[in-house]
């Protein structure tokens, strides 16, 4: 009989022992808890930089993103781009005047005047390997990751995923027919200027 | 499901047995745990407990018989690619490949030069969505999971095709 009795209060108290520690992590379950829930909440821009010259420019890899009004077409991203992810083609025109045609402004933010119109601008970012070199060449810093210095005008964006390969290829030249290009450029067609 | 697939005239029944199957399809797509390159550490990272899968309903299963999600995470080299695609036979259906990293979606920083390497994952199986970055951060790959969900949810698995 005793035993019979030891036997009930010892299941009862060690379940009764289990069970506080089973509600103590019930209750307690945000405290400690590693889990980012991550559409709701995401990682933090790392706060660091890259250790050399610019102080306030953060490595981030995220997409990339070129201020068509600002780019030169120097060619300089493209030529240090290790996977020759940039593909660039220009046509020369008057320098330093815009041509509302095709959308050019003849003068940069910062004061450069242009000779190049851009007919075509194209980042496949299925190819590039975010390693941030196409950046640090650029005279005009039009051409920048999301997030990193310019993060007020482009948010930080390194979730693109798509359903089409396609549509991962970023065309930032803007728009314009074959027939307005040519009206626009002063080199005649026949001797197409390629960079 | 293949003998009941797309055999089915519209109606209610079927609309929500569709949705239905929709739901248990996208909540639970178990994935194939295998890695290629570099970007299999980003997945084993997401898979982890601060990014944990499981939170969406991706366990990982070593079996592909098993798997309804194939992950392509890495390099696919011309080696590989024989038993990607042989792997990917494997798999049951309904199955889904996501080309995670810019190397399993196009070939990547090799895409020029790599005498050695599958420029895209699609040329050997079909894809259904296509992850950016090398490697992509978990938050990325997590992204492109939720959107084959919504995919797998708009799927009608019981309707028939019409046109
Ligand atoms: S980040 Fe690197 S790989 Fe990508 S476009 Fe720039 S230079 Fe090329
Ligand atoms: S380096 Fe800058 S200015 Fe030159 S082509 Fe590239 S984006 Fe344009
Ligand atoms: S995309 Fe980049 S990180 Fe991923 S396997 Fe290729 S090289 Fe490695």
Redesign the pocket.
């Known amino acids: 009989m005793r035993a019979y009795l030891r036997t009930i209060w010892e299941s009862v108290s060690t379940l009764v022992t289990g069970m506080t520690i089973t509600w103590r992590h019930m209750v307690n379950i945000r405290k400690g808890n590693v889990t980012l829930q991550y559409p709701e909440e995401r990682w933090p821009r790392p706060e660091r930089d890259i250790g050399f010259d610019q102080d306030d420019y953060n490595v981030i890899r995220s997409r990339l993103h070129v201020d068509m009004d600002d780019c030169i077409g120097c060619l300089k991203c493209e030529r240090v781009c290790p996977v020759d992810c940039i593909k660039i083609e220009t046509e020369k025109v008057d320098k330093g005047e815009d041509i509302p045609d095709v959308g050019h402004t003849g003068i940069t933010s910062n004061g450069t005047k242009k000779a190049l119109l851009l007919t075509r601008f194209d980042i496949d970012m299925t190819e590039c390997?975010y390693c941030n070199l196409c950046t640090y060449p650029c005279p005009e810093e039009c051409i920048y990751m999301t997030g990193g210095p310019n993060s007020e005008k482009h948010p930080i964006d390194y979730e693109f995923s798509q359903f089409d390969r396609n549509d991962m290829v970023y065309r930032f030249a803007k728009e314009a027919s074959e027939e307005q290009v040519e009206k626009a450029t002063c080199v005649k067609n026949g001797e197409k200027k390629n960079g | 499901m293949g003998l009941l697939e797309h055999k089915f005239q519209d109606n209610v029944v079927v609309a929500s047995m569709d949705k239905l199957l929709g739901w248990a399809r996208s909540t639970s797509p178990w994935f194939f745990q295998f890695g290629?390159?570099?970007?299999a550490i980003e997945m084993m990272a997401t898979a982890a407990s601060r990014h944990d899968l499981m939170r969406i309903g991706m366990i990982p299963r070593s079996s592909p018989r098993q798997a309804d999600v194939m992950i392509v995470a890495?390099?696919v080299t011309m080696k590989m690619a024989l038993r990607v695609k042989k792997l990917y036979e494997q798999m049951a259906n309904p199955k889904y490949v996501i080309s995670m990293?810019?190397?399993a979606t196009s070939g990547?920083?090799y895409w020029q030069y790599g005498y050695h390497v599958l420029k895209g994952v699609d040329l050997v199986v079909p894809v259904d969505v296509y992850v950016p970055g090398?490697?992509p951060r978990p938050e990325a790959l997590i992204e492109g999971l939720l959107k084959l969900q919504e995919k797998i949810q708009a799927e009608r698995p019981l309707t028939k095709k019409t046109a």
């Open positions: 390997c | 290629l390159a570099c970007c890495g390099t990293g810019s190397c990547g920083p090398c490697p």
